[in-house]
T-cell receptor, first 116, second 114 residues
Framework: DAGVIQSPRHEVTEMGQEVTLRCKPISGHDYLFWYRQTMMRGLELLIYFNNNVPIDDSGMPEDRFSAKMPNASFSTLKIQPSEPRDSAVYFC??????????????FGAGTRLSVL | GDSVTQMEGPVTLSEEAFLTINCTYTATGYPSLFWYVQYPGEGLQLLLKATKADDKGSNKGFEATYRKETTSFHLEKGSVQVSDSAVYFCALSDTMEYGNKLVFGAGTILRVKS
């Protein structure tokens, strides 16, 4: 399996622009998570989906952030408009419940976002 | 709510030294406990896990024992290598409370010098 695939790996944009981050989870996984990692705040859970339905978006910082999962193999995290304080590494992870593998999350390599 | 507390880093060791990274947790239920590792420029990956009290998780020479009486899950390795330099995250999963959501500690940077 190719693992969790995120694109792009790096994104540099200017303040006010729209940014879209993409994630393809591991096939067969029915949970998908979006995280943000910064030096100041560490690893923060932004939102997670189960069977394409958002379950908990309490970590989304503000209305400028939105996430969708139109099907089981694709999710997007959008920031509009972007601000310099959004600069961070954004991770996507997926998992599936099961007797022997429940709770294990598999992370993508991340997207490093820089907002100038 | 549930939380995970890790020792602050960075932890700097010489090659072949003994490693301990402390982790304690607060949980209302009976969580599973995890250690994840993040190598430079990469995402997190599972290092080891334990699902109930007194379980010992082990992988790549690392070990951690689920201690319910002290609510701890300390990570240990007998002899570290330069390649172990990474950030280590302790985490818990309380399925009854959060489904498949993980609660992570702040992470501990480990630097191993040759």
């Amino acid at each position: 399996d190719a693992g969790v695939i995120q694109s792009p790996r790096h994104e540099v944009t200017e303040m006010g622009q729209e940014v879209t981050l993409r994630c393809k989870p591991i096939s067969g996984h029915d949970y998908l998570f979006w995280y943000r990692q910064t030096m100041m705040r560490g690893l923060e859970l932004l939102i997670y989906f189960n069977n394409n339905v958002p379950i908990d978006d309490s970590g989304m910082p503000e209305d400028r952030f939105s996430a969708k999962m139109p099907n089981a193999s694709f999710s997007t995290l959008k920031i509009q408009p972007s601000e310099p304080r959004d600069s961070a590494v954004y991770f996507c992870a997926s998992s599936t419940p099961g007797q022997y593998s429940s709770d294990i999350q598999y992370f993508g390599a991340g997207t490093r976002l820089s907002v100038l | 709510g549930d939380s995970v507390t890790q020792m602050e880093g960075p932890v700097t060791l010489s090659e072949e030294a003994f490693l301990t990274i402390n982790c304690t947790y607060t949980a209302t239920g009976y969580p599973s406990l995890f250690w994840y590792v993040q190598y430079p420029g990469e995402g997190l990956q599972l290092l080891l896990k334990a699902t109930k009290a007194d379980d010992k998780g082990s992988n790549k020479g690392f070990e951690a024992t689920y201690r319910k009486e002290t609510t701890s899950f300390h990570l240990e390795k007998g002899s570290v290598q330069v390649s172990d330099s990474a950030v280590y995250f302790c985490a818990l999963s309380d399925t009854m409370e959060y489904g498949n959501k993980l609660v992570f500690g702040a992470g501990t940077i480990l630097r191993v010098k040759s």
